[in-house]
């Protein structure tokens, strides 16, 4: 299996502008994760789905964020507009709940945001 | 809310050393504790996962421990060597959703 897939993996917008990030969930893997990673705040949850139903987008900073998940193995994180504080590591993971509380994510190797 | 915290942000060791990597969280009710390897410019790697029931977990030279009624995971790397330079990340499970601690960066010396 390729694991879990991003892209793009590096993004340099500037401020105002749309940014889609994409994520490819491990095939079978029914639970998708969106995390941002930052140095002041390192790894935050912005919102997971489960069987392509947003289950808690709590994490989701404000309304210029909105995240989807049209089938079982797409979904994007949309930023609209951006600004510079946006700019972070935005990482996808995915898992499986089949084995209960054995269950781990796995992570893809994110994308990199820079907003100028 | 679950806060995760993990301290020091960094260490640095000489090679061959044993060392400990701690972890604290502030709500012991929790499903699982994992820690994660992240390398630089990459994702995260499960290294250990302990059930909430289970006290410790061993992969080769690395041994997982938890204290759920106190708060407390460490993380024990048995004769350190430089391709174990990486950040370690500690993360609590509560129903779905993972807490991460931020991390603790480790240099080995040659």
């Known amino acids: 299996d390729a694991g879990v897939i991003q892209s793009p993996r590096h993004e340099v917008t500037e401020m105002g502008q749309e940014v889609t990030l994409r994520c490819k969930p491990i095939s079978g893997h029914n639970s998708l994760f969106w995390y941002r990673q930052t140095m002041m705040r390192g790894l935050e949850l912005l919102i997971y789905f489960n069987n392509n139903v947003p289950i808690d987008d709590s994490g989701m900073p404000e309304d210029r964020f909105s995240a989807k998940m049209p089938n079982a193995s797409f979904s994007t994180l949309k930023i609209q507009p951006s600004e510079p504080r946006d700019s972070a590591v935005y990482f996808c993971?995915?898992?499986?709940?089949?084995?209960?509380?054995?269950?781990?994510?796995?992570f893809g190797p994110g994308t990199r945001l820079l907003v100028l | 809310k679950q806060e995760v915290t993990q301290i020091p942000a960094a260490l640095s060791v000489p090679e061959g050393e044993n060392l400990v990597l701690n972890c604290s969280f502030t709500?012991?009710?929790?499903?699982?504790l994992q820690w994660f390897r992240q390398d630089p410019g990459k994702g995260l790697t499960s290294l250990l996962l302990?059930?909430?029931?289970?006290r410790e977990q061993t992969s080769g030279r690395l041994n997982a421990s938890l204290d759920k009624s106190s708060g407390r995971s460490t993380l024990y790397i048995a004769a350190s060597q430089p391709g174990d330079s990486a950040t370690y990340l500690c993360?609590?499970?509560?129903?779905?959703?993972?807490?991460f601690g931020k991390g603790i960066t480790l240099s080995v010396r040659p």
């Open positions: 709500d012991s009710a929790i499903y699982n």
């Open positions: 993971a995915s898992s499986s709940p089949s084995t209960g509380t054995l269950e781990t994510q796995y």
């Open positions: 993360a609590v499970r509560t129903n779905s959703k993972l807490t």
């Open positions: 302990i059930q909430s029931s289970q």
